[in-house]
């Protein structure tokens, strides 16, 4: 099962991200966590020090290695080896192999094209075993989506909160998806304080499009203050119920 997590910046994408990441890794024997967000924010989420994920070897370099030995053709072939290639450019963190997609890169260099094609290319190529599972943070916004990042994923993943700008990303993020052939989009409703903004994200979606709903925590807002710090407690605990809801989507295929 290949997961993709999408949704407007600054909804707590990448928190939700890592809390199913923590999740999955309780029941299935490896969890591919994958940080396709330029701004890589998910090692830190699910316990990796930031000093050891910024050290990591992006996956892009295996694009490197694979256009020295095939040429430089703008189309790759990925053999079912690829998940061998892969654990040169993974972190093991228990069961969860973490990979990085790119560097950082500077102000006014170039964009992520090329690193986007070929993390389509090697997803879509990796094969899973019935007890593995990807889940890949992407980009804030669109962008990963009119790339074709996430295209090949099973089931995608789209964070909101209670604001217009929010639900009208959500609402074109299942556009484009469905351009890409993705079938399933789902939506977790997040840092809900009130009711009415429950409401307000229900008003907006199909019940059976709504996996569940996340609601505002203090501890978590204070927690994204501190260097290298993980998620867990009371989301953790919800993502569990989400987490079934997902096995459920996955056996409905």
């Not at 090697?122 to 990963?144: F, Q, T």
């Amino acid at each position: 099962m290949k997961l993709a997590i999408s949704g407007k910046g600054g909804v707590g994408k990448t928190t939700i991200a890592a809390a199913l990441v923590k999740s999955f890794a309780e029941t299935y024997q490896t969890v591919y966590a994958i940080d396709a967000d330029p701004d890589a924010c998910l090692a830190a989420a699910i316990g990796i020090p930031e000093e050891v994920a910024t050290g990591l070897k992006p996956l892009v370099e295996m694009r490197d290695l694979i256009r020295a030995k095939t040429g430089d053709g703008a189309f790759y072939t990925l053999n079912p080896q690829v998940n061998d290639l892969l654990d040169n450019y993974c972190y093991q963190h228990k069961n969860i192999k973490f990979i990085r997609m790119g560097g950082i890169k500077k102000g006014g260099s170039e964009c992520y094209c090329r690193e986007n094609t070929f993390l389509n290319a090697v997803i879509s190529s990796l094969l899973l075993d019935n007890n593995e599972v990807v889940i890949m943070d992407m980009g804030a916004g669109i962008e990963h989506l009119s790339r074709g990042t996430a295209k090949g994923v099973d089931l995608m993943l789209v964070v909101v909160e209670p604001s217009r700008n929010s639900i009208n990303t959500a609402h074109l993020v299942k556009r484009l998806a469905a351009d890409l052939g993705i079938r399933k989009v789902r939506i977790i409703g997040n840092k809900i304080r009130t009711p009415r903004e429950k409401e307000y994200i229900e008003q907006n979606f199909s019940p059976e499009e709504i996996l569940g709903f996340i609601e505002f925590n203090n501890e978590i807002w204070e927690k994204a203050m501190e260097p290298n710090s993980d998620v867990g407690g009371e989301l953790l605990a919800g993502m569990r119920e989400v987490r079934e809801k997902i096995l459920g989507e996955a056996g409905d295929r």
